[in-house]
């Protein structure tokens, strides 16, 4: 095939595949920033009809994956700029670095090429799969129509350097909306890995595909490599470039901190993910990043120098669009904020980090010698942790490491040991033990007993939690991989589901949530193992050395007493009843208690040595704590054990003794804030301080949980105990608890109590904010709010000094009485205003009660208090956003139309309703939009007017007019150019007004004040919105002067209000419409309204809006996930008051009884009260006060299943305003077709209950369901802080960015990188780290590394179990994904396994009718087809088509594609008119949809063709038979078996991955065509350098700059 025609295909190949699809930016990864959408939805793109083709299947079923976002692929091209070292041979390798020319086709090609590197010849090459382009975006036609990126040619412009010199190249200015991913940053540029570049950019926007022309020439040179980085000042004139970059590298090269020496060869962070101890990445002191290299070929990979991004500490808040508000005195350039001199070192690092690792050898006493891969950069201490979890040295904890006779210091870095060098030996010598050292060594012998006990994760303690897939996978799918490969044959696979996960089925058991893992009946190895009572020991025992006494019961019942002693462990003839320290004869003495036990006991010898293989055989993410507790909300019946070291624990550090012990507690509060004063100027100092951030708050979060449930259960004495109980506060562990009560009437103007209750999640979010600005010299306080047993406690760190002094003396800046007294303060309002323009908050003044104007930059009851320790600290941030004045009437105050229309304003319960930050920055980001667009149109009327000169024009009236078409793209070139021009223009002309040039025309002048105006702008020379927290405020007044400024904000808000009702609303709806939302239950629903800044409050109006809907069928799923979200949350309200009455031994008859009124079908259930409760009088009325409750005790006795229901109903109208017609659980059930299983996995969740994993029959009218029995126990629900890690952040971008270019390799590297890098601050489990595996995954399955694939996929699935919760939707698609990739490997039962419990979960968490379910069932027949099991295979693909049909309509692909595959199954079995009827109804689709010409169509034609001639045969051979019976000359017939690999094929297809087969030709050809590309490019490159620079810097003066993206018309989606 020719080069170009085969580029050609290659591109019309890509046109097909890279559909964009109308998107949602905030529905992706938990790891993007969760951002508001813009209402302004990009509409879809007109395509020519033939090429719709892969909007195809792939397409349209492609499940939802918002990892990755493609940024230019609307345009035709892979990538923006192209780069394919990958394409050439491989001796010339990654080098020489291609340049394409001007022919797009041939950018495409070289996409291909660029992908080349990992197909093998005749291997398919991964074209994207379009459903990571689900999410395919408006990015471009933001980028564009807000006019916020440039492309210019600043950075790349010619440069001529020295040979012997690195070059720093820099991009140009290509800013997208902050919240948006950032498509490019430094990473965008092409590797120019070579010096003595000249590039050249010769942007053209005169047809619609054309693309960046762009040459590079490379010459080679040296070990000089090129480090790229993020340019400060982008507008430099091109001669200025030199100096610059030499500046910049002699700045990199002589930071000591960097640790580099120019020309040095070093390494980046390795990117291998499973690295060091369970893939934790370890810092040493020194802050460099060290992995252990755990593959040789690391070592033989080409070193290189890894430029980090520096971090943008606002980047995500900035206002609106990060580069279009100027403030006078920040100056910009080009949209480019100019960076203080000071950071200017900072904002160009290099980090280089060696890879060297080497092996050491260990000698331990009684095992043979072994060797150990160690990296320089780590510390001792982390050997000593991998000898504790080594099988063979697991019990030893007491030891040092030494090196010919030295002792190691724990805290030294390997590198920093003389003489430890590849081969050394290290010695493990046994020390002397102490008090400390003997309880470690306890406690770790009892974790090592317990370490396959689920016990602990069942109770939600130390952050364990669950995780099934093992019993899923039958262990470690890393291990069995190559077992199972073996067992392939078919017959060896049992693929019968579970009954109840069949399609249709009705049964919902819970059993089989947690299904008995064999492991878990542990081996038992001693009876007990306790502190003995003779503890501690008496002074003349302390004098021989001993340290405590143990008591042990073996298996064989033999009772033992040990004595620890300074030299260990041995037995002494002390009884239960009398004390005889001496030892025994035979002592036994042993250093370590295992030593002791193996020898007196022959059972645990054999018992502990099976434990340990079996616990060295579990995955590390089955073992490792999360951060924070997850709890589950259902568990089997335990026993109960004796466990000497939890007792200790839930004596000593657990209750209300904590702060009686010396040394023990911490200072939260210096703890927290030191951590945030840590240095942040380079990767390593963030990265430590991100870690220490992070862990800080996990202690915190833990502490404060443990404190709450010990105030809630009476076990702390509170500070003000005189007083009525609800007054109350605490203090604990250094940690200060208050009730969510309205405490002397505080809250009497804004709705008392119930707005007691809200202010602490509103202060949270407070916090929550103003540490994600992260501005130096400002404080928070640590916040966590827990609900527990229907109280709501906030627990805070405490402000040095506050306890000291009234808060009236305390309090320098704001309010502590609302508004009446105000103070305010310099210091405060300096630090204040940095947080003003993340934050939106519009500085102001307001009257105090002496009428005094006072100046704030925040809402009056934000207070400031200067610490002891001299931090300047706020708190009470509970109303950093502006009022939501749909819940807040006003009189005199009228509400736009829209609002009205919908039935608001409506009274709320309280007065602190509040716009979330999501809505406040989307509803920014749409008035910005509307500004460029005003401003644009008036500049254009006005150049008309110019150039007619006859007549004005109208401005003011056809720019409003103009508003509503904000969301239409013009159709044709012209306009869109026009437009194009228009709002660079616009933008230029804001930079230049803003920047107080006199160079601004008064008219031009005049257009932007209009405009700024018309949006509601505070500045009238820019775009600056903000907003007045205190408007609507009770009780607060503004003065006389500000009267304008006030009534502007009014309007503001309530253009915000009518904003989200008419906006956001209605978008989310969309958004569920198109399956770019797929919610599947109560929580997963919530997060996508709250991505849209609208608050659970609209819920009703959000499900009434479905109801309203012309597709409401379409939305069934969601309408379901939002009624059942109606009655659990309004029964959640109604079970916190009825919890408050019940005193703690009521506790699970009152629950269980509330489940039966709830949820049984039993008419009149009758609590079972506690018999001792109603007798014991006497001890009722002792502990009244304790009792926070002032109800009867028995009062929650009465309640009725009527009741309930008729207040649930009432709850649900009172709150959400939405009537449920239901007058009891089977009504409500039938009614909206609900599962009473999901109803009660969704209260358990909201309450915080647990229950006994056991058969419910709901259904039973003679019995109720549940018994207090049933009830295990009643979990904290706890809301806090989330740090995040931003550096990891920026590289998880950087690598979406790369793939969505088409560079997979280098995706895939950054992507490694920033995994390595969330290791370091998350520790080795967290959500987003789930999410980065999950994508790497998807990378390496693309790529063709099945194996890799399954093993990141594999630790994904279990830390989304354990972070997430084992039926967690995500949890769900993980498996999804893990099963494909188990298929991909031959691992086909496992696969099956894995599909039957992503189904099983589903069930339980939704039910049947989910458009999910179809690609599940999907899934499974396909598989089941591959197997041979044809009519199972048809119960699930038949399943799928009626749900697909139902959700998608029945005219679409995706249906189409169901069709086809039924086809195939009925073809297989033989039943070829039922397959004709099938193929037909597709066919009917593709050809309505594609045109008769689209390949789809034709294959689909050729399909029916063949199922004909087989269906003729079959007739004729059947008609033979009946005619000549058994004397018949049959004809054999064909029957097709489906082979493996078109069943993987298929389920590639549905599950959105693409791949375009290369032969072998195709792949020389294209690296010719490469090749002879370069050569001419090297013939050029002498002559066109001198003219470039020239060209560069004429083109600079003279035009104007251009947006960053070409926009065709049929692309702007």
């Known amino acids: 095939m020719g080069n170009s025609i085969f580029a050609n295909c290659c591109k019309h190949v890509t046109d097909l595949i890279f559909q964009t699809q109308s998107f949602n930016s905030s529905e992706r990864a938990p790891l993007l920033p969760k951002s508001p959408v813009s209402c302004t939805a990009s509409p879809d793109v007109a395509l020519p009809v033939q090429m719709k083709l892969d909007i195809s299947e792939a397409c349209k079923c492609a499940p939802l994956y918002p990892d990755i976002i493609l940024s230019n692929a609307s345009n035709g091209c892979l990538e923006k700029w192209p780069e394919c070292a990958h394409g050439l041979p491989e001796e010339k390798g990654r080098e020489e670095t291609e340049n394409v020319g001007e022919n797009s086709c041939l950018k495409l090609s070289v996409a291909v090429a660029s992908l080349l590197k990992q197909a093998k010849p005749s291997s398919a090459v991964a074209v994207f799969p379009v459903d990571l382009e689900r999410g395919s975006v408006t990015l471009l036609n933001n980028s564009h129509s807000k006019g916020c990126g440039k492309l210019e040619d600043s950075g790349l412009g010619s440069r001529l350097c020295n040979p012997d010199e690195p070059v720093v190249t820099v991009p140009g200015d290509r800013r997208v909306p902050d919240h948006r991913i950032p498509i490019v940053d430094w990473q965008q540029n092409q590797d120019l890995s070579e010096v003595g570049i000249a590039s050249n950019l010769e942007p053209s926007l005169t047809n619609p595909g054309a693309q960046l022309k762009h040459r590079t020439n490379a010459a080679s040179s040296g070990s000089c490599e090129t480090a790229e980085m993020p340019e400060s000042h982008p507008s430099m004139k091109a001669e200025k470039s030199q100096n610059v970059q030499r500046a910049a590298l002699s700045a990199l090269c002589t930071d000591e901190r960097t640790h580099m020496v120019q020309g040095e060869s070093s390494c980046c962070l390795p990117n291998d993910p499973e690295v060091g101890l369970d893939g934790e990445l370890n810092l040493g002191p020194d802050l460099e990043l060290s992995v252990l290299p755990s593959k040789q070929k690391r070592r033989r990979r080409r070193k290189r120098k890894l430029c980090f991004l520096d971090h943008l500490p606002g980047m995500v808040l900035m206002n609106g669009d990060s580069s279009h508000e100027h403030l006078p005195e920040e100056k910009r350039q080009n949209g480019h904020e100019e960076a203080d001199p000071g950071d200017e070192a900072n904002d160009q690092e290099v980090i280089v980090i060696q890879d060297t690792g080497f092996t050491v050898k260990i000698c331990a006493p009684g095992i043979e010698p072994f060797s150990l891969q160690v990296s320089p950069q780590e510390m001792v201490q982390e050997i000593h942790q991998v000898l504790m979890d080594r099988e063979d040295t697991c019990h030893r904890t007491c030891f040092s490491l030494q090196l010919d006779g030295n002792v190691l210091d724990n805290f030294a870095e390997l590198k920093t040991i003389e003489g430890l060098q590849e081969g050394s030996v290290l010695k493990v010598v046994e020390e002397p033990y102490t008090v400390r050292e003997a309880r470690i060594h306890v406690r770790h012998i009892r974790d090592l007993l317990k370490s396959l006990d689920p016990s602990d994760a069942f109770n939600g ?473 005003l401003a644009a149109l008036q500049l254009m009327q006005e150049k008309a007017t110019k150039q007619e000169s006859s007549g004005l024009l109208e401005t003011g009236a056809s720019v409003e007019n103009g508003t509503g078409g904000s969301e239409k793209s013009e159709s044709d070139d012209g306009k869109m150019e026009e437009n194009v021009t228009g709002l660079d223009e616009v933008k230029e002309l804001a930079e230049t007004i803003a920047s107080d040039d006199g160079t601004v025309d008064p008219k031009s002048r005049e257009v932007i004040q209009n405009a700024c105006r018309a949006v509601g702008s505070i500045s009238n020379t820019s775009f600056d919105i903000r907003f007045n927290p205190d408007i609507f405020s009770p009780g607060v007044r503004f003065p006389e002067s500000s009267k304008e400024e006030v009534r502007d904000q009014k309007q503001l808000l309530k253009d915000a209000a009518a904003f989200l009702l008419s906006c956001q609303i209605p978008g989310l709806v969309k958004d569920c419409l198109d399956h770019t939302v797929l919610p599947m239950d109560g929580a997963t629903l919530a997060e996508a309204m709250h991505q849209r800044g609208i608050n659970m409050r609209y819920l009703g109006k959000v499900v009434d809006f479905i109801t309203k809907t012309p597709a409401r069928p379409q939305l069934d799923h969601v309408y379901k996930i939002g009624i059942s979200e109606l009655i659990t949350r309004s029964a959640k309200h109604i079970f916190k008051t009825y919890l408050q009455g019940v005193e703690l031994s009521g506790l699970s008859a009152a629950i269980s009884h509330f489940l039966n009124c709830f949820l049984s079908s039993f008419l009149n259930p009758v609590a079972h009260l506690p018999v001792d409760e109603l007798a014991s009088k006497k001890k009722n009325k002792k502990r009244k006060n304790r009792n926070l409750g002032n109800a009867d005790n028995t009062a929650w006795a009465s309640m009725t299943p009527q009741e309930l229901w008729k207040n649930i109903c009432s709850e649900a109208n009172n709150y959400f305003h939405f009537n449920l017609e239901c007058e009891n659980v089977d009504q409500a059930a039938e009614v909206y077709n609900l599962q009473k299983i999901t109803l009660l996995r969704e209260i358990s969740l909201k309450t915080g209950i647990q229950i006994l994993l056991k058969e419910y029959n709901f259904d039973n009218r003679h019995k109720p369901t549940f018994t207090e029995e049933d009830i295990l126990n009643i979990f904290p629900v706890v809301k806090h802080v989330n740090p995040k890690a931003s550096d990891a952040f920026h590289f998880f971008q950087s690598g979406q960015a790369k793939v969505q270019q088409g560079f997979l390799k280098e995706g895939c590297e950054l992507i490694n990188e920033a995994l390595n890098l969330f290791n370091n601050v998350y520790g080795a489990m967290h959500v987003e780290i789930c999410a980065c595996l999950r994508l790497l995954a998807r990378l390496n399955y693309i790529m063709g590394d099945y194996s890799e694939a399954l093993s990141n996929q594999q630790k994904a699935v279990l830390m989304s179990e354990r972070v997430l919760g084992i039926e967690h939707p995500n949890t769900i698609q993980e498996y999804m994904h893990l099963a494909l990739y188990c298929f991909a490997n031959s691992q086909l039962s496992t696969a099956l396994n894995l599909l039957y419990r992503a189904r099983y979960l589903m069930l339980l968490v939704f039910g049947e009718d989910h458009p999910e379910m179809a690609l599940l069932d999907n899934n499974i027949g396909l598989v089941l087809h591959g197997v041979m099991e044809y009519d199972l295979a048809l119960r699930f693909l038949e399943n799928a088509l009626v749900i697909n049909s139902k959700y998608h309509g029945s005219k679409s692909l995706k249906v189409a594609l169901s069709h086809h595959l039924v086809a195939r199954v009925y073809e297989s079995k033989a039943e070829f008119r039922s397959a004709l009827q099938h193929e037909k109804e597709g066919y009917t689709i593709y050809k309505n949809q594609l045109g008769e010409h689209h390949e789809k169509t034709k294959e689909s034609s050729e399909y029916l063709k063949y199922l004909t001639q087989q269906a003729v045969a079959l007739q004729r051979t059947m008609n033979e038979i009946y005619k000549n019976g058994s004397n018949a000359n049959i004809m054999p017939l064909k029957f097709t078996a489906p082979n493996m690999t078109s069943v993987l094929e298929q389920l590639n297809i549905i599950n959105g991955i693409l791949f375009i087969p290369l032969s072998q030709k195709d792949l020389e050809n294209l690296k010719a065509e490469v090749q002879r590309r370069q050569q001419l490019q090297e013939t050029m490159k002498s002559s066109e350098q001198l003219e470039a620079e020239d060209k560069v810097s004429e083109e600079r003066e003279a035009e104007p700059s251009l947006p960053s993206v070409e926009v065709p018309a049929q692309s702007s989606a």
């Not at 303690?461 to 470690?476: A, M």
């Not at 991989?481 to 009954?499: H, S």
């Not at 009876?527 to 003779?534: A, E, H, P, Q, R």
């Not at 040095?800 to 009485?817: A, K, M, T």
């Open 461 to 933: 303690v130390d952050c364990n939690s669950l995780s099934f897939l093992s019993v899923f996978t039958e262990g470690d799918l890393g291990d069995s991989g190559k077992r199972k490969k073996k067992g392939t044959e078919l017959e060896q696979i049992d693929c019968t589901p579970p009954e109840h996960i069949l399609p249709g089925g009705k049964e919902r058991p819970l059993c089989a949530l947690q299904p008995q893992n064999r492991d878990w009946k542990p081996l038992q190895c001693l009876k007990v193992l306790t502190m003995s009572g003779w503890n501690p020991p008496p002074g003349n025992r302390k004098m021989h050395g001993d340290l405590m006494y143990l008591y042990v019961i073996t298996v064989e019942d033999r009772h033992v007493s040990i004595t620890v002693s300074t030299r260990g462990f041995y037995l002494n003839q002390s009884t239960a009843y009398t004390f005889n320290p001496k030892p025994a004869n035979p002592s036994f003495l042993s250093h370590s208690l295992v030593e002791l036990l193996n020898q007196i006991s022959p059972t645990f010898k054999k018992n502990f040595s099976a434990l340990q293989k079996k616990r060295v055989q579990r995955h590390p993410f089955e073992r490792i704590a999360t951060p924070f507790q997850v709890y589950s909300w259902t568990a089997p019946q335990a026993e109960h054990a004796m466990d000497c070291v939890r007792a200790e624990d839930a004596y000593t550090s657990r209750l209300g003794y904590e702060e009686h012990i010396p040394g023990q507690t911490r200072d939260w509060n210096e703890e927290l804030q030191t951590t945030r004063e840590l240095s942040r100027k380079n990767l390593p100092e963030r990265l430590l301080r991100e870690r220490a951030i992070f862990k800080v708050h996990s202690d915190f979060t833990a502490a404060a949980t443990r404190g709450a449930m010990a105030v809630i259960d009476g076990n702390v004495m509170a500070i003000n105990p005189s007083e009525e109980t609800k007054m109350q506060m605490f203090i604990w562990n250094n940690i200060f608890f208050s009730l969510g009560f309205d405490v002397r009437d505080h809250y009497k103007d804004f709705g008392g109590d119930v707005a007691a209750y809200v202010a602490p999640t509103n202060d949270l979010n407070g916090v929550r904010t103003y540490n994600a600005v992260d501005v130096e010299g400002l404080y928070t306080l640590g916040t966590v709010v827990v609900d527990y047993r229907g109280y709501r406690v906030t627990a805070q760190s405490i402000i040095p000094g506050i306890l000291e002094r009234e808060q009236e003396q305390s309090v320098i800046y704001g309010s502590i009485d609302f508004g009446k007294t105000v103070v305010s303060h310099p210091k405060y309002l300096e630090l204040l205003e940095k947080t003003s323009r993340p934050l939106k908050i519009q500085k102001h003044k307001v009257l105090n009660d002496k009428n005094e104007e006072v100046e704030l930059c925040s809402s009056v009851e934000c207070k400031g208090i200067i610490g002891n320790d001299g931090r300047h600290y706020i708190l009470d941030l509970l109303r950093t956003f502006p009022p939501d004045l749909n819940f807040l009437p006003i009189e005199g105050e009228e509400m736009p139309e829209e609002c009205k229309k919908m039935g608001f304003p409506k009274q709320h319960r309280h007065k602190l309703c509040c716009l979330r930050q999501e809505l406040v920055d989307a509803f920014v980001e749409h008035r910005y939009l509307l500004f460029m667009k």
